[in-house]
């Protein structure tokens, strides 16, 4: 949506990063977390070349962080995921779910552990916070949990690396995959993970300033002008290919870790306790009776994203939906998340789907479509 067309108001709050994503031509917001999110910078398989050959810039202040602080902290995290947190070290970030007592999925935050009881939630599209708040005036455990003043910025793409070394010094090679450091730069305070929603090798700069946003940014791109650097925004293209959740779209409430084959982040084995752990059991046992796969659509070339959920049949019955599609330039095909019926999900099955009242043939196939053993995210920076 255009900037003349989208009804700024106070009641959605801006990015600290607003006016400089502006200026380096967003011409499109969405509203995520309760803020403004720049969604356009132009062509978005252009954006797509961008993130893959060099490096694009995103403002993704609206990953909100819930911050959990107080004696009890590390025991009211654990309740609040099902992923066995007792390895987890102060600098190190994990991948979690938050599950309600049905067992169903709230968000799939990245968790940094900044003390022994510090803790942030850095949330995908959630209300998270409320939930937390409302979680813990009946646990019994003595915990506070606000939101503080920090917006991630996402760096992303093969020469980030590149680009953080002009910017901190060569130092910061030393920064593994999905850990982070507390830094300063020229006044400016971050802390800097080896994370990303992309697919792709990079970083996220949590800015603990919002004061200092466009100060940030616009260091960020001058350092980075050398190397290629575009300001751009979350790729629907990369992070499908890469089999990435979205949550609202790929997962809800009514979605279980286990349909979504996320049972590495559950443990139902040890003597940790969640909320949603009895349920779980129980779906378990039961076993689910759909599951998410990938698609190729087999039809002309997406336009974009799709903006609703389609129908997908077998036979005339319907058995599931797409949840995330779009044309993949790099694999010269349509490639889709869906959430279907258990016995359509074996790879090869051929099912029908609905696209603006015309019907497509789709396969079952691989995910992540991409990068399957996510070599490129993981990799060392020499």
């Not at 969604?39 to 959990?68: K, M, S, Y």
């Not at 305070?189 to 940014?217: A, H, M, Q």
């Not at 290629?228 to 979605?255: C, F, N, Q």
């Not at 129980?282 to 129908?311: H, M, Y």
Request: charged share 25%; glycine share 8%; with cysteine.
């Amino acid at each position: 949506m255009s900037n003349k067309n989208f009804g700024f108001g106070t009641q959605i709050r801006k990015s600290p990063y607003f006016d400089s994503t502006v200026k380096w031509g967003a011409k499109g917001f969405s509203v995520y977390n309760h803020m403004y999110i720049p969604r356009d910078f132009g062509d978005p398989e252009q954006n797509f070349w961008n993130l893959i050959e060099t490096a694009i810039l995103c403002d993704v202040a609206v990953e909100r962080q819930v911050e959990i602080t107080g004696p009890d902290a590390f025991k009211f995290i654990q309740l609040l995921t099902p992923r066995d947190l007792s390895k987890l070290s102060v600098g190190q970030c994990k991948y979690v779910l938050i599950t309600n007592a049905d067992g169903g999925v709230l968000n799939d935050p990245v968790l940094l552990r900044l003390g022994e009881n510090h803790f942030w939630l850095s949330l995908g599209d959630s209300d998270i916070l409320l939930w937390a708040q409302g979680v813990a005036v009946n646990s019994g455990l003595n915990v506070k949990i606000t939101e503080p003043d920090v917006s991630p910025l996402q760096l992303q793409g093969p020469k980030s690396g590149e680009i953080m070394i002009k910017l901190f010094g060569a130092s910061i090679k030393d920064l593994k995959y999905y850990w982070f450091k507390e830094l300063d730069l020229d006044g400016i305070p971050l802390i800097v993970s080896r994370t990303g929603w992309s697919s792709e090798f990079g970083y996220e700069l949590f800015l603990r300033d919002g004061s200092k946003g466009n100060k940030l940014y616009e260091k960020i791109m001058l350092v980075g002008k050398e190397f290629g650097l575009k300001p751009g925004h979350t790729s629907s293209i990369r992070r499908i290919e890469g089999g990435m959740l979205s949550y609202h779209a790929d997962a809800d409430i009514h979605t279980n870790p286990f349909e979504l084959g996320l049972d590495r982040l559950v443990n139902l084995d040890g003597d940790i306790n969640f909320i949603g752990k009895e349920s779980l059991k129980k779906i378990k046992a039961d076993g689910v009776k759909r599951l998410q796969v990938g698609l190729e659509i087999k039809c002309e070339k997406l336009s974009g994203p799709n903006t609703t959920f389609w129908p997908l049949k077998s036979n005339n019955k319907k058995i599931g939906k797409v949840t995330s599609a779009v044309y993949s330039p790099r694999l010269k095909k349509n490639i889709a998340l869906a959430i279907v019926d258990i016995n359509c999900s074996k790879i090869g099955s051929v099912i029908d789907v609905e696209i603006d009242d015309k019907n497509f043939k789709c396969e079952v196939i691989e995910k992540p479509f991409f990068d399957p053993k996510k070599q490129i995210t993981s990799k060392s920076l020499k």
